[in-house]
């Protein structure tokens, strides 16, 4: 090789790129044949086309996988006509989407309507460069990896309200601002939820989150876990936190106007989207890659968490009934907040006390941490559970006390 | 270097461009939109500078909380496709933005940019550098050429030492300011009356 | 919000996960209709009409198209026309049944079936060659008789002329009127001869 470690000539791959194996294979491969800042980049773009292929891919399979689940939880068969159980279902849904004739609505905002789809899918792809699959393998190991990917999925809010802009349509407006409504109001629970992760673990860096589960995180913080998974699904626009976009309401919420690819597009996003945060709660929760056999097995763990993380998705979106925007709103700031805050304290103050004279917390001080979290949660689900509750009863309760009477009767029912 | 030279160029174009689509574009929508482009090219070049946790908090606060508080703006106003109604106040706007550019091109040709780099003290220039802006790499410092006790101390907490220990009042006020608005907020949004 | 509930919600869900689901595979399995269903073909039995376009008057929509003529032999064997007509438009049908309540020498049944969809428009009418070629399995629709029976249409064999009306076996021993054979596709039996 002509030059692997010159810092003079270009970036290390020390510092990036750097431990991937099949990047150093290619660059390796390429060095021969190229100057060396062309072999990075080849090695580089090479293994972004295999993480873009296999997320857009995996997109259509969560799909695929999606309604078949969903058929087998509602006593249903799924999609089973095209291939064998169905598989080609994703291609035949593809091939209708993109031979439909793309609509632009008179009036809307050209280029904003066609860059839409494009935000979405591209911030989804950038913010899957930071998962590690196995040991050592991620496009970029960001030693500020959480914090990146909850950067990079604010896009999405920006996306959808240019989207519900751009359509030229005040409906569309309506749908797109409850949507950015739920998303900027459920960062803040996952944003602190996620907080608790990383005092645990020490480090923002996804890789070293992996490495610091030797106890996974969702029995060590499991408050976190569930701010986590409830936040992650309002913020995907899932049900039961669906009102931008259910089949229900009584327009598509901001992707009305979209037709043809670009609705396909927007879809890809959004199947995408509940596949890489399952591939997020994988990583911050379930240890990600870590498994039994061996490290290099590690893909093959990966890939059972994330199909965890679906399944859960689904489970729920076939359980529940949709809820409506006020109580989307006062799940997230009276349910999920004080639960994410009362985690963190828990947590920080469980790390200052256990935690020993290097900083670093040993398994056993983990499974206390567990222990007193687990109580901790339940405590704190049961109570906040019952402030709600005791909230809905006594305002339906004032409301029927007051109800007018009319010639000296009721005319609500008391009681 | 010069794959610095093209990424840097390409930024600034996207920048400076987006900055001037901002203020001269008649659709305000449009406007905004280009200022949360303008904020992602600010996060490239804290990229640049290696300052990537500053990158980051950039992108998340003002892409993803400021540009879309703009946007709620814009949304609010009506006739937002015919751009800024005249007024007349554009002299005195015009001159106050003649001065504070006046101002800005004096302070950036006067300051000496030179860095500590440049002035062959690598290893303060590390320091400085990280304790400012980043959360530092320990194995990169470490082949930085800084002792062992300068590594430890500076890859040990960086900003959020800082944050706690030296600038603990900044923080604590900023804190009540945000403090200040959520009240308004619940205060503006309760309305009259109840 | 209501912890105990959400929980036994999703056991309930997860028990339907292990469930076979009772999906009836369309084209490979049917769903069996029940015997009184008023499918979309028509059973007519030609021994038994006619062609006093009863049904043709009583239809709502009008969709029943009779063109008869004289018949050569009418006087010799009854009152009973020539049919060289008999249309019945599927496409405005709405399956109400009343040309089968107003015959009255019951020779129009409702079929059983469901699949009648064509791919175009004008392959939606019923011509009277593909009533005498369909299949005889009446529906027991405003039929007491073929109830009475233990017919069922999905499951039995198909029916003849001779069983699906009203009257009484002895009858068809003895000449009547209306009950003479005309025109192709049938057959004589020596009982009816005149």
């Known amino acids: 090789m002509r030059c692997i470690t010159t810092p003079e000539n270009m970036l290390s791959p020390e510092g990036a790129f750097g431990g991937n194996p099949l990047f150093y294979w290619i660059y390796g491969l390429a060095a021969h044949l190229v100057p060396c800042w062309l072999a990075y980049v080849i090695a580089g773009l090479v293994i972004m086309l295999i993480l873009i292929n296999a997320v857009l891919l995996g997109a259509a399979i969560v799909s695929w996988g999606e309604r078949r689940l969903l058929g087998r939880f509602q006593n249903r068969v799924g999609p089973n006509r095209w291939g064998p159980f169905g598989a080609l279902q994703p291609i035949a849904d593809l091939t209708k989407l993109i031979t439909k004739e793309d609509i632009i609505p008179y009036g809307a905002d050209r280029l904003a309507f066609t860059a839409v789809p494009v935000i979405m899918v591209s911030s989804l792809l950038v913010a899957t460069a930071v998962i590690p699959f196995a040991k050592d393998v991620a496009l970029v190991d960001l030693n500020v990896g959480v914090l990146f990917i909850l950067a990079v999925s604010s896009l999405t809010s920006i996306a959808i309200f240019t989207a519900g802009w751009a359509s030229n349509n005040r409906y569309a407006l309506f749908g797109a601002g409850r949507a950015v409504a739920v998303l900027i109001s459920y960062e803040v629970p996952v944003v602190l939820s996620l907080l608790g992760v990383v005092v645990v673990a020490g480090s923002m860096s996804l890789g070293d989150i992996v490495v610091a589960q030797a106890v996974p995180f969702f029995l060590v913080q499991p408050l976190a876990f569930f701010v986590f998974l409830a936040g992650m699904s309002a913020e995907l626009n899932r049900t039961p936190f669906d009102v931008a976009e259910a089949e229900s309401e009584i327009i598509a919420g901001y992707h009305t106007e979209y037709s043809g690819i670009k609705f396909a597009l927007i879809q890809a996003a959004e199947f995408g989207g509940a596949l890489f945060v399952s591939g997020l709660i994988a990583t911050l929760f379930l240890a990600g890659w870590a498994g039994p056999v061996a490290d290099w097995l590690g893909w093959l763990w990966f890939l059972i968490k994330t199909f965890i993380g679906i399944f859960l998705f689904v489970w729920i979106r076939s359980t529940f009934p949709r809820l409506r925007l006020d109580q989307i709103m006062a799940v997230c700031w009276k349910f999920l907040m004080p639960l994410s805050i009362i985690n963190l304290a828990a947590v920080v103050l469980e790390v200052y006390f256990l935690r020993d004279a290097s900083g670093t917390l040993s398994t056993s001080d983990l499974w206390i941490m567990a222990g007193i979290n687990m109580v901790v949660a339940v405590v704190s689900i049961a109570f906040f559970g019952r402030i709600i509750r005791q909230k809905i009863r006594n305002s339906s309760r004032t409301m029927t006390a007051s109800a007018p009477m009319v010639r000296g009767v009721p005319t609500i029912e008391v009681g | 270097m010069w794959f610095e030279q093209v990424v840097f160029w390409a930024l600034a174009v996207v920048a400076i461009g987006g900055a001037v689509g901002v203020v001269m574009v008649r659709d305000l929508f449009r406007a905004a939109l280009l200022l949360a482009t303008v904020f992602v090219a600010v996060g490239g070049f804290y990229v640049m500078m290696n300052a990537e946790f500053l990158a980051v908090v950039q992108i998340l606060i003002y892409v993803g909380a400021i540009a879309v508080l703009f946007i709620f703006g814009v949304m609010l106003t009506r006739d937002v496709r015919q751009g800024n109604t005249p007024n007349r106040l554009q002299i005195p706007a015009a001159l106050v933005s003649v001065l504070l550019l006046a101002a800005m091109l004096f302070t950036a040709v006067t300051t000496d940019w030179t860095t500590l780099a440049g002035l062959g003290l690598e290893s303060q220039s590390q320091i400085a550098q990280t304790q400012a802006v980043g959360i530092p790499d320990a194995s990169s410092l470490a082949a930085s050429g800084l002792s062992a006790q300068e590594v430890e101390s500076i890859a040990g907490g960086g900003l959020a030492d800082l944050l706690i220990g030296e600038f603990v009042l900044p923080f604590e006020a900023v804190s009540l300011l945000l403090l200040a608005a959520a009240i308004g907020g619940l205060a503006l949004a309760r309305g009259r009356g109840r | ?194």
């Open chain 3, 1 to 194: 919000m209501y912890g105990l509930e959400m929980a036994k919600g999703l056991l309930v869900t997860l028990t339907n996960l292990a469930r076979k689901p009772f999906t009836t595979s369309y084209p490979e399995q049917r769903v069996k209709q029940h015997p009184r269903f008023r499918g979309e073909e028509f059973t007519w039995y030609e021994e038994r009409c006619t062609g006093c376009a009863s049904c043709a008057k009583y239809c709502p929509l009008g969709i029943i198209k009779i063109v008869t003529s004289p018949s050569e032999t009418a006087p010799l064997q009854g009152d009973k026309y020539r049919l060289e007509v008999f249309d019945i438009e599927l496409q405005r049908c709405m399956f109400c049944g009343l040309c089968v309540e107003a015959c009255p020498y019951d020779a129009l049944f409702m079929g059983s079936g469901f699949e009648e969809g064509q791919y175009k428009r004008t392959d939606l009418v019923i011509t009277i060659d593909r009533l005498r070629q369909a299949d005889k399995h009446p529906s027991t629709w405003f039929r007491p008789q073929l109830e009475g029976m233990d017919y069922r249409p999905g499951v039995s064999r198909p029916l003849g002329w001779r069983e699906v009306g009203r009257e009484g076996w002895r009858w068809h021993q003895h000449e009547k009127a209306g009950m003479r054979l005309t025109g192709s596709n049938t057959t004589r039996d020596s009982g009816d001869e005149a």
